[in-house]
């Protein structure tokens, strides 16, 4: 199943001109990652589009100050970055339409989509369209959210995919625009 700039924008009404720009990128990266049923389109779009603010961020906010909980202590450890105050924080930091975050998460993805580390040395690459795109789909397929969407978990899927349930109102929202327009048959 293609979905179309005219149906994304349904989905995200904030996202223009942006839906224009990620439609090619979307529709690839949800065909090589097998998110291909109207259930699996609808929770991925609904994700991608809280997780990016409707297409408008493909890299993490925040300073300095903000950004250096993942430079150092527990949290940056746990996401392989350095113990030391170097900067990997910033370098690691969020990017793509699913925010992959942390040293271990860039080289994963990077060998995922490349075959290669890659991404270790170019961070930016996950801000470029199908590159951001791409890695949303693969952290989809990596955490078996699929098969969630398959059941309507949708819950399951925010906690894998945000470690909690923030912004939950607005995913829902989401979901609903995108099973409307994708899923006529089940809404």
């Avoid at 291909?36 to 993490?60: C, M, N, W």
Wanted: aromatic share 8%.
């Amino acid at each position: 199943m293609t979905v179309t700039q005219q149906l994304l924008e349904t989905i995200m009404p904030n996202a223009r001109p942006q839906a224009g720009v990620f439609i090619s990128a979307l529709n690839s990266a949800m065909a090589r990652f097998n998110i291909d049923t109207p259930k699996r389109i609808a929770a991925f779009l609904a994700q991608v589009g809280h997780e990016s603010g409707q297409l408008q961020y493909v890299r993490e906010l925040g300073g300095e100050q903000y950004l250096s909980k993942y430079d150092t202590g527990t949290l940056a450890a746990r996401l392989g970055n350095t113990p030391a105050p170097d900067g990997d924080g910033q370098k690691y930091r969020g990017r793509g339409l699913i925010q992959i975050t942390g040293r271990n998460n860039y080289r994963e993805c990077s060998l995922g989509l490349f075959g290669d580390d890659r991404l270790l040395f170019l961070p930016e690459l996950l801000e470029k369209p199908q590159w951001a795109a791409e890695s949303a789909a693969w952290f989809w397929q990596q955490n078996g959210l699929n098969e969630l969407a398959d059941r309507d978990q949708f819950n399951s899927i925010t906690r894998r995919i945000n470690g909690g349930l923030n912004g939950l109102q607005d995913r829902l929202l989401l979901w609903a625009r995108a099973r409307a327009v994708l899923c006529q048959s089940s809404v």
